[in-house]
């Protein structure tokens, strides 16, 4: 069964890839994932927090005046809080490189424009056969429209490719005000793929210490539906290769990915609590999906349910909310 796709211009064996996590910090991890058959490695992030702390570092060394920063750096989360160093990030890299034979996915994770998107030309020099460039932006300046918040992101895929020749994707939230358009630009400025969706992890309030909490939750396959309607209005109408990333669990989850237009689908949680060898599981079920079904190939089976395809678009525009309000019974 041929299961091959191609995603960021790069010919795979298959569509499945862990996505960015501190999963692959152990090298011996990364090659577990290689062995259970990963298509693709993406790294963890660097995030522009690191590189502005280092700036900050670097600057109270050699200047005298470096208690005028104090203030401004204490913004910054504690350099205990990240695992690796910009450095450190850089030496993993190569490392990883060395150790696997399928292409390798960086990713700089960050929300503003400056000299941290220099780092992008840094990670291809170290081995890195394309970038992730994560948006994790939360709009909560007042002054700011969502125009301006658009355009940040589009400047800084501009200055990325500027810096780099190897292959971008972009990993979005799902919180614009039109996605669609928004993704059209970013395939004029130069963008490769698009990631769908970044995952925003939600404080929690603790009544009793009066404390904002920190909580990691895992995802589940009920937040693959919001991805597979936005994958599927894109389809086939966007130059850039498609990525899931959130909400992909079963085998079933992955065949929706496809069917909906996905060239590739991105797991963490999956992983984290089964192991990298479910990588392999996934796999074995995808091809026996399609054989069963009596697909020749995943690409005949790809956007097979996207917008333009499918028997009943309107469910995946307004009407389906109209529809599912009506639906419910006393």
Known sequence: MDLSTTYLGFKLPHPLMPGASPMVEDLGRVKRLEDAGAAAIVMHSLFEEQLVGEEISTFRAVDAHAGMTGEASSFLPDPPDFRLGPDEYLDSLRKVK??????????????TIGGWLSYAKLMQEAGADALELNVYDLATDFEENGQKVEDRTIDMLRAVRREVSIPVAVKLSPFYSSLAHFARQLDHTGADGLVLFNRFYQPDINVEQLEVERALHLSSSAELPLRLRWIAILSGRIRPSIAVSGGVHTPLDVVKAIMAGAHAVQLVSALLQRGPEYL?????????????????????????????????????????????LQSWSF
């Open 98 to 111: 060395e150790a696997v034979k399928v292409p390798v996915i960086a990713s700089l994770n960050g929300n």
């Open 280 to 324: 392999r599981v996934l796999k074995g079920e995808l091809a026996r999906f399609l054989e069963e079904h009596e697909y020749e190939s995943l690409d005949q089976m790809r956007g097979s349910m996207d917008l333009m395809a499918c028997p009943d678009p309107k469910a995946y525009e307004r009407a389906n909310y109209m529809h599912i």
